[in-house]
């Protein structure tokens, strides 16, 4: 069965500072990944996904994520972090054909100023 | 009104109680999702509709009732809930590709529930 780790519950970042967000997952075949982000009381949106192509995938906001298969790794990254970048941040895998998405369990993101 | 909307975006409710849970979207999908999410919990699946027929329900208790009345459209039905029920509720849609297979997911606001 197909599982995502993201291995950091919380995480602090000073606003301007770099921030480099971890999602591991557990899959046989090529999976889709996704990035999510939810803010205080809002649903998820989506930031940027995978399916095939460039490993290095751009989304919206200035997130990028780059997939390493050989570390079967999808890990989110920002060069410059906003306030408004605090939010929970879900990594998500899918099978294709599966109908079927797995979410981590998500990290939160603490931006000081 | 563009997306993925729920109504109520909050509930309050005692076990006894029956309530429904409302999502439309304004995308043209044809698959729409249950999720829940628990405090300190990944996202759980809870049902999955293709062109408005049930195709997932991930062993979701029976207090839990869904009905997609059109691909538009997608209700939870409550009733004689437990405390532990207590979470965030969430609606998605795709779209179906040429091939029926789901694609990415757009999510509505959810809607807070609080069990008594």
């Known amino acids: 069965a197909q599982s995502v780790t993201q291995p950091d519950i919380h995480i602090t970042v000073s606003e301007g500072a770099s921030l480099e967000l971890r999602c591991n997952y557990s899959y046989g075949a090529t999976p889709y990944l996704f990035w999510y982000v939810q803010s205080p009381g809002q649903g998820l949106q989506l930031l940027l996904k995978y399916f095939s192509g460039d490993t290095l995938v751009q989304g919206i906001k200035g997130f990028e994520a780059e997939f390493k298969r050989s570390q079967s790794s999808f890990n989110l990254r920002k060069p410059s972090v906003h306030w408004s970048d605090a939010a929970e941040y879900f990594c998500a895998v899918a099978n294709f054909g599966n109908e079927k998405l797995t979410f981590g369990t998500g990290t939160r993101l603490t931006i000081i100023p | 009104e563009t997306g993925v909307t729920q109504t109520p975006r909050h509930l309050v409710m005692g076990m006894t109680n029956k309530k429904s849970l409302k999502c439309e979207q304004h995308l043209g999908h044809n698959a729409m999702y249950w999720y829940k999410q628990s405090a300190k919990k990944p996202l759980e699946l809870m049902f999955v509709?293709?062109?408005?027929?049930?195709?997932e329900n991930n062993s979701v208790p029976s207090r839990f009732s869904p009905e997609c009345p059109n691909s538009s459209h997608l209700f939870l039905h409550l009733h004689t809930l437990q405390p532990e029920d207590s979470a965030l509720y969430l609606c998605?849609?795709?779209?179906?590709?040429?091939?029926?297979?789901?694609?990415?997911?757009?999510f509505g606001p959810g809607t807070r529930l609080l069990v008594l």
């Open positions: 998605a849609s795709s779209p179906l590709s040429g091939q029926g297979q789901q694609e990415t997911q757009y």
């Open positions: 509709y293709n062109f408005k027929e049930q195709t």
